[in-house]
C-alpha cells in the first residue's frame, strides 16, 4: 500500500501547501445585455408548454422513451415514484424549525414535476389531477414563507412547472387560481425584494447559492405568466437578471464552488433549470451561459468525487454522492459527454433527468481527463492515481478563505479514499438549528473548528 500511496500523499502535501498562499478568488468582469424591463418579453414564445420544453419537445420525449433503453428505465422509475404519490394526502403547512417552510416546497415541487412529465408521456389524467391536489393546496397557503425566502423561491418554481406544463389540463377557473397565487405569494414579495422594501430581500446582492436559488425560482414564475402579466413580469425579470451577474462571476475561472460541492448542486440546478427556461421561452439567455469558467462547472462535481462515490465534502456538506441532472444540460449545451457520464452513473432519476437525457456520454479515462486538478480561486485540488477503479487512491485538499459562504475552519483539511476504504473524513456539516449556527455561534462547535478538521 505504502508504494502506491505515498507518492499521491506528498504531492498533494506539496500542492496544499502552495495552494494555501492563495489571495483569494479570482473573478472575471464580462458583460452582458440585460434589456430593459419593457422589451425583457418582446420574444416571448406565445402559448404553453414553453419553460425548458415545448410541446413538440414533449411528443419527440414520449417516442423516445419508447424506444431507448436506458430513458425507458428512469421513466420506468418516475412511474413508480408517482404512484405512490397517487396515494399520499397533498402537502401541508409545516415550519417545524420555526423558520423554514422549505422542506414542504420541494416536496411539492418534485411531486408537481414527476406528475407533469408522466402526464404528457403516459396521458394518464389522474397525474394532472394528483398535481391540481397539490397545486391547490399550496396556493391556499397563508404565505410561502418568504422571511426565508428559499422557500417561496422553490414554490414559485414548482407553480410555474404546474401552470406552464399543464396549462392545457386545467380550466379558466384552475389557471386563475394559480397566477393570482404566483402573483400574490411568489412575484410581489420578490419584487418588494428587488426594490429594496424588504429587510429578507438581502439575497438580491448575495454572491451565493441564495441569489441563484432565489432569482432563478422567481424567474421561472415570471416567464410562466409573462404574457398575463407583462408589467410586473418584465420588471422582475429585468432586475433578477442583473442580479444574477454577482453569482455568475463567481464560475470564473474553473468553474469551483467555495460552499463546497453540496451547495454547488443546490446553486448550479438553480443556475441552469433558470438559464434553460430564458432559452426555451425567450430565445436567448442574454449570454449569462458564456461567463468565464461556467462551461467547466461540469468537471468540479467529477474530481470532488473520489471513487467510492464520496464526495471531498468541505465547508457545510455531507460526503454523499452528488446527483445533479443539470449535468446532462451542460453536457449537450457545451458538448461535454464527460459530463453525461457523470450523471448517468450517479443518477436517483428525477424528471430533469428525463427531461435532459442524452444518448452521447465519454467516461473520464475515454475522454483523457486529466488524474489531477486544481480549482484556483477557491483553492481545492485533488488527485487521484486512476480513474473509474473502486481501488484507486484518491485525495482531496482545501485551502481557500473561510470568509467564504458556509465555510468551516478547514484550511489545510483533507480526505483520504484507497483500498476501497476511506481512511480520512471531514465531519461535514452540523445542525443547521443550532443555536447561532449562522451567526456568533458559529466557532464555537466542534464540527466547525479547526480542531475537527
Not at 106 to 125: E, F, Q, S
Not at 163 to 184: C, F, G, H, P, S
Not at 210 to 215: A, R
Not at 258 to 267: T, V
Request: glycine share 10%; with cysteine; hydrophobic share 40%.
Amino acid at each position: 500500500m505504502r508504494s502506491k500511496l505515498a507518492p499521491v500523499v506528498l504531492a498533494g502535501l506539496f500542492a496544499a501547501a502552495m495552494i494555501c498562499t492563495s489571495k483569494g478568488a479570482e473573478e472575471r468582469k464580462m458583460e452582458v445585455t440585460i434589456p430593459e424591463a419593457v422589451e425583457v418579453l418582446t420574444r416571448l414564445v406565445k402559448g404553453h408548454s414553453r419553460l425548458l420544453i415545448s410541446k413538440q419537445g414533449f411528443a419527440d420525449l414520449k417516442q423516445r422513451a419508447g424506444t431507448d433503453p436506458q430513458l425507458s428505465k428512469w421513466r420506468d422509475q418516475l412511474r413508480e415514484r408517482a404512484q405512490k404519490v397517487l396515494t399520499e394526502p397533498a402537502s401541508a403547512y409545516e415550519i417545524p424549525d420555526g423558520l423554514r417552510l422549505l422542506a414542504t416546497s420541494r416536496r411539492v415541487l418534485d411531486r408537481v414535476y414527476t406528475l407533469a412529465l408522466l402526464y404528457h408521456l403516459d396521458g394518464d389524467r389522474r397525474y394532472a389531477d394528483r398535481a391540481w391536489q397539490e397545486l391547490q393546496a399550496a396556493a391556499a397557503f397563508p404565505d410561502w414563507n418568504p422571511k426565508h425566502f428559499l422557500d417561496t423561491a422553490e414554490m414559485t418554481h414548482a407553480f410555474a412547472i404546474g401552470y406552464d406544463w399543464l396549462y392545457e389540463a386545467w380550466t379558466d377557473e384552475q389557471r386563475a387560481t394559480l397566477r393570482k397565487a404566483l402573483v400574490e405569494k411568489g412575484l410581489k414579495p420578490a419584487l418588494q425584494c428587488y426594490r429594496g422594501a424588504l429587510a429578507y430581500g438581502w439575497w438580491v446582492m448575495a454572491h451565493h447559492n441564495w441569489n441563484q436559488v432565489c432569482n432563478g425560482g422567481i424567474g421561472m414564475g415570471a416567464l410562466a405568466i409573462g404574457d398575463e402579466e407583462p408589467d410586473l413580469a418584465g420588471e422582475i425579470l429585468h432586475s433578477g437578471l442583473k442580479s444574477f451577474q454577482l453569482p455568475m462571476a463567481r464560475f470564473a475561472p474553473d468553474g469551483a464552488c467555495e460552499e463546497g460541492p453540496g451547495y454547488w448542486n443546490y446553486a448550479t440546478a438553480y443556475n441552469v433549470v433558470y438559464l434553460a427556461a430564458l432559452k426555451s421561452a425567450l430565445g436567448t439567455d442574454f449570454g449569462f451561459s458564456r461567463y468565464p469558467g461556467f462551461s467547466e462547472t461540469g468537471l468540479f462535481p467529477i474530481y470532488l468525487t473520489g471513487p467510492l462515490g464520496k464526495t471531498f465534502n468541505y465547508a457545510d456538506g455531507g460526503e454523499g454522492t452528488i446527483r445533479a441532472a443539470q449535468m446532462l444540460w451542460l453536457a449537450g449545451e457545451f458538448d461535454k459527454p464527460v459530463y453525461a457520464w457523470y450523471e448517468r452513473q450517479a443518477a436517483s432519476p428525477t424528471a430533469l433527468d428525463v427531461l435532459w437525457y442524452g444518448t452521447r456520454e465519454e467516461g473520464p479515462r475515454s475522454a483523457n481527463l486529466p488524474l489531477d486538478k486544481y480549482f484556483r480561486g477557491v483553492e481545492v485540488a485533488t488527485f487521484r492515481s486512476v480513474w473509474e477503479d473502486r481501488n484507486a487512491v484518491f485525495l482531496g485538499f482545501k485551502a481557500g478563505d473561510n470568509k467564504a459562504n458556509h465555510s468551516n475552519l478547514d484550511l489545510g483539511s483533507f480526505v483520504l479514499d484507497a483500498l476501497g476504504v476511506r481512511w480520512a473524513v471531514d465531519l461535514g456539516a452540523d445542525n443547521y438549528n443550532l443555536p447561532g449556527y449562522f451567526g456568533r455561534q458559529r466557532w464555537t462547535y466542534y464540527r466547525m473548528r479547526a480542531e475537527s478538521h
